[in-house]
């Protein structure tokens, strides 16, 4: 197979889809790769070690999508990309549908196949190829929120880790899965005082556990948010519905009860956000202020660890992309319920209960079995 990586054009992203050693795997297996020239230089590969390991370099975007079988990508596609699509053509990427429905339209439009990362199961009903990317964004949260706690970037003048004789900055972190757990341990171990909050007991008690109960753990009730967060310095949203828009666990009242100064970050923005005040930002221009509340709603968070992010990425995916590429798209998704799960779109129909439900367009769902059968 013919597997194309351009480089990504969303703001400040500069991940690439495929590291050098995972391009030298799929050649070694047969298979070509074609990479955009300059396309790893954000996460510190070179060209000419992309050269070294077997890929042909390529000038721009539209001749990878031209010539490749499959497009690896690490963010949604913007229009311009989705213009490039071909019927059959296989997209494997982030894709996060469920927020946008103008990007769903035109992956319909163009009929190629959509595999989305974010939905990928595991034989335990995990997110293996969202849990590196999610780990990455929970650790970052703590470290954006405690810079905008500063006085000179508009925070409230808290320090996270507190000082002898001053109390330490509280975090609330709703949600306890990767990214909430990553985000409790780094702010725990910056001597914040940490509670976390979920609807899931068992998630709850892992957390008591891991931490001996230094960590504070409530059910994630609307009473239990609202008074969790009226006293924090810092509010992490982690919420997750697999290819459904987030949830939300914030309420636009609750913000002017909030000590002026204090951050809000929503991990949960690539699904539309889990407080009712968040919108997209990006790395360039990170934050807004709402009621006296900054929000940093940061879509590719990862991306400013590009590096760490690229090999993590790669080696939570290269196994899909091997096996899309020696089996073919159609059968390595039916040889593989939890890849199946990742189809999103095919042949101009949304082919992920989540997705179709989240955007209202339940008539245009096919189950992905009976797309594959069809």
């Known amino acids: 197979m ?39 230089a954000g996460s510190g590969f070179t060209d000419q070690e992309y050269v070294a390991a077997g890929a042909h370099l390529k000038p721009t975007a539209r001749t990878i999508f031209d010539a490749a079988d499959m497009i690896v990508k690490v963010k949604e596609p913007l229009d311009e990309e989705c213009a490039m699509l071909r019927p059959g053509q296989v997209l494997f990427t ?27 199961t595991d034989s335990a009903g995990g997110l293996p190829l969202l849990a590196p990317m999610s780990e990455i964004a929970g650790k970052l949260s703590i470290q954006a929120g405690a810079a905008f706690l500063e006085k000179a970037r508009g925070g409230s003048g808290v320090l996270l880790g507190g000082i002898a004789g001053v109390p330490p900055g509280r975090v609330v972190i ?54 969790a967060v009226l006293h924090s310095d810092i509010v992490v949203g982690a919420v997750l519905v697999p290819g459904a828009p987030a949830p939300r666990v914030l309420s636009r009242q609750i913000l002017p009860k909030m000590r002026p100064g204090s951050v809000v970050v929503d991990i949960s923005i690539d699904q539309g956000g889990c407080f009712e005040t968040s919108r997209p930002t990006t ?25 760490s992010s690229t090999i993590a990425l790669t080696n939570a995916t290269l196994p899909f992309v091997l096996a899309i590429a020696d089996k073919g798209w159609r059968q390595a998704l039916l040889s593989d319920l939890n890849l199946l799960a990742g189809l999103n779109v095919c042949d101009g129909k949304l082919t992920h209960p989540g997705v179709a439900h989240g955007l209202s367009r339940s008539t245009d769902f096919v189950s992905p079995e009976l797309m594959l059968a069809s």
């Open 174 to 227: 709703i949600g306890a899965g990767v990214s909430g757990s990553n985000a409790a341990r780094v702010a725990f171990g910056m001597g914040a005082e940490v509670t976390v909050l979920d609807r899931s007991i068992s998630k709850l008690r892992g957390i008591d556990e891991a931490y001996d109960g230094r960590i504070k753990t409530l059910v994630a009730t609307p009473t239990g948010i609202e008074g």
């Open 283 to 307: 790395h360039a221009d990170p934050v807004y202020v709402e009621d006296g509340i900054i929000h940093y709603c940061v879509t590719n968070m990862p991306g400013a660890v590009a590096r």
């Open 94 to 120: 982030y894709l996060h549908l469920a927020a946008s429905a103008k990007q769903t339209a035109l992956l319909m439009q163009s009929g190629s196949v959509a595999i989305a990362y974010e939905t990928i």
């Open 2 to 40: 013919l597997v194309g990586v351009p480089t990504e054009i969303k703001t400040h992203e500069y991940r690439i889809a495929l590291t050098p050693a995972g391009a030298r795997e799929l050649v070694q297996a047969g298979h070509q790769v074609l990479v955009q020239q300059g396309a790893g």
